[in-house]
């Protein structure tokens, strides 16, 4: 019929935020993914940190076993995974279990110092792990942003997921725009 006017609104399956691990950081970047709009998942090998009253928001709680952390979640094309578990023994195992999928999920990130990040990417390449492949792990995880307490962590995290997300420059907004240098010469005010 001519001058009809049809709507389309598509649906999709939010995209899913594993956390593994069910410590501080988790504990803290959780609520900031589901309301970020996170299908939200947390792994634990611990009862006690794996369990809905710590996560409440979450949408599903595994106690896994870190020797095969995702024999019960499965990884998909929209999986963003945070690999934060309470001793670099367990991130690396889940990291090396990562890379082995055939699904590259958009984002991996993992904490960890310097050293251990080093000592970790350095085992998986003599494992015969291709350089580009672990080139897309964000490690140590999040944006530089002076973070230290848990919620600083998160939010530095968090921050990093959108602006891989989004496809931003991470710059501050004030030096991308320079308003004062752009539109006001001299004494203009």
């Not at 988790?26 to 792994?43: D, E, H, Q, Y």
Request: net charge negative; with cysteine; hydrophobic share 40%.
């Amino acid at each position: 019929e001519s001058g009809a006017e049809y709507f389309v609104e598509a649906y999709t399956t939010p995209p899913q935020l594993l956390l593994c691990g069910g410590g501080h950081v988790s504990k803290a970047i959780a609520p900031l993914a589901k309301t970020l709009g996170f299908r939200v998942f947390v792994t634990d090998d611990r009862e006690e940190f794996a369990n809905k009253e710590r996560f409440p928001e979450a949408d599903r709680v595994v106690r896994v076993d870190f020797r095969d952390p995702f024999a019960d979640i499965p990884i998909h094309s929209s999986s963003y995974i945070v690999l934060v578990t309470r001793g670099h023994k367990y991130d690396f195992e889940c990291l090396r279990h990562l890379l082995k999928t055939e699904v590259e999920p958009p984002y991996v990130g993992m904490i960890g110092s310097r050293r251990r990040i080093r000592a970790a990417f350095s085992q998986l390449q003599g494992e015969g792990m291709p350089k580009g492949r672990l080139s897309r792990i964000r490690a140590p995880v999040g944006l530089d942003i002076g973070a230290e307490t848990p919620i600083e962590i998160a939010v530095a995290v968090a921050a990093e997921i959108i602006l891989q997300w989004g496809g931003g420059t991470g710059a501050p907004l004030a030096e991308q725009e320079r308003i004062l240098e752009r539109f006001f010469k001299g004494n203009e005010f």
